[in-house]
């Protein structure tokens, strides 16, 4: 049986390796701290590791790119997009409004907490209903309604998922609070040995990191040069700091091709040429938005 290493129960990690994997039999393990899903498969503790990467609202998630490129050297080997619905968690009668049942009363809400991404994809939500409350962070979505559950009366209320509701006994207060309806996850399955999907790809895609040479002028035209002429499609390119010097930057690109095409180790050789430093950081299975008709725990 695969061990999977993710966020806490209740996250959207959480729901978005239940859809990967459904009904195939795989060994969770929680970690609540992003590093510690990373290293846990570094250890050889799980066999693959599930990584938020991308969200539609707030764009990459940066702390988790730099893990992969600065920290470990485990390739990515599935990459799938999930739909982030966050709600309002808490306990009802708190906030009960005694005119109908089920209205709640904002007015009592002193705190909400969640994932700094989380909260930020329901800001507008917030300020319009409880501009008074206290914003506070949490580690993960699961662990802010963990936090609000051992808190009862204090008027707290989380950002979170209904499967991280259900896990801690709270109630869904209110649904699908986020800003944008359009809003997505990207997810990627790190791991040292491929995997075949149980949800057919869509399409194969390979992740590079390309570090420019210093003395170069033109040299990222020259790069991207390189695969527009052989009709390579990149469908994403993100400079991040090397972490070396001020202004130093690599480039992160997505090829929507599989590494062992002729064309794309063409492109590569030819970047190398130019005396640039190209990791590849995994050529996987794709799997596209329009196949994300997840059902969201009630």
């Known amino acids: 049986m695969k061990r999977i290493a993710l966020l806490p129960e209740g996250s959207v990690s959480h729901e978005a390796a239940l859809h990967l994997f459904g009904d195939e039999p795989v060994e969770l393990l929680h970690f609540k701290q992003i590093s510690d899903v990373f290293l846990a498969t570094v250890s050889g503790h799980s066999d693959y590791s ?10 990459s998630v ?64 917030i300020r319009s209903r409880m501009p008074r409350a206290e914003l506070e962070h949490a580690g ?47 997810f990627v399955l790190i791991g040292p040995r491929p995997l075949e999907p149980a949800i057919p790809a869509a399409q194969n895609k390979t992740s590079l990191l390309v570090t420019l040479p210093e003395d170069f002028p033109g040299a990222l035209h020259q790069v991207l040069s390189a695969f527009a002429w052989r009709k390579l499609n990149l469908s994403r390119i993100e400079s991040r700091p090397t972490k070396k010097r001020l202004g130093n930057y690599y480039f992160i690109m997505d090829v929507l091709e599989s590494l062992d095409a002729v064309l794309l180790k063409s492109a590569i050789g030819e970047i190398e040429a130019l005396g640039c430093q190209v990791r590849v950081l995994g050529s996987y299975p794709s799997l596209s938005f329009g196949e994300q008709k997840a059902e969201v725990p009630k």
């Open 50 to 59: 599930v990584i938020p990467m991308e969200n539609t609202i707030e764009g």
């Open 140 to 186: 993960s979505t699961s662990e802010a309604v963990e936090l609000v559950k051992k808190n009862p009366g204090q008027g707290w209320m989380a950002i979170g998922t209904a499967l991280g509701a259900k896990r801690y006994g709270l109630d869904v207060l209110a649904r699908q609070v986020t800003d944008h309806d359009n809003n997505y996850t990207r």
């Open 62 to 125: 940066s702390l988790h790119m730099d893990w992969l490129v600065h920290e470990v050297d485990i390739p990515m080997q599935i990459e799938w997009v999930y739909p982030s619905i966050q709600n309002l968690i808490g306990k009802r009668e708190e906030f009960q409004s005694g005119e109908q049942p089920g209205d709640i009363d904002y007015s009592k809400v002193t705190k909400v907490l969640s994932h700094p991404v989380a909260m930020a994809q329901c800001l507008q939500f």
